[in-house]
């Protein structure tokens, strides 16, 4: 999955990147949790690859709600278009009127936040600074 920005995380198994809008604004906080191997799903995965998804998982959805202030985390797995795994992580923000709650409903809402491309460099930054200051966290 094309990701844009910097790198997020990265280690033996798993790398973290903020989703590309092709050049177009995108929901800033989009982020994908993509398992370097190739594995259709989450059951596909081995043990070490579940350990390193999940605290990674976990560890970047902290760092979204700490960092960016985001209030709820939704996380899905889809794999229709490729049969490799990648886990999508979307923040919601306060503010967002409860009618947009949901992974994909929050972008219908006319005021999400609907970034560029240094805005998403900006995020990989701070997030990136977080995952690597909280190591064991």
């Not at 989703?19 to 259709?40: M, S, T, W």
């Not at 005021?111 to 900006?122: G, K, L």
Request: aromatic share 8%; hydrophobic share 35%; with cysteine.
């Amino acid at each position: 999955m094309k990701t844009a920005g910097s790198t997020i995380f990265e280690d033996d198994f798993i790398s973290i990147g903020h989703i590309d809008g092709n050049g177009n604004p995108v929901y800033l906080g989009h982020l994908v949790i993509d398992l370097k191997r190739h594995a259709p799903g989450l059951g596909d995965m081995n043990p070490a690859e579940a350990s390193a998804f999940g605290v990674a998982m976990s560890k970047v959805s902290r760092a979204l709600m700490e960092v960016e202030k985001a209030e709820h985390i939704y996380s899905f797995v889809t794999g229709h278009a490729v049969p490799h795994l990648h886990m999508h992580i979307v923040p919601r923000y306060p503010g967002t009127p409860e009618k947009y709650w949901g992974p994909s409903a929050v972008y219908d809402w006319e005021e999400a936040p609907m970034r560029n491309i240094s805005d998403v460099q900006s995020l990989c930054d701070r997030l990136k600074k977080y995952m690597d200051t909280h190591q064991h966290a």
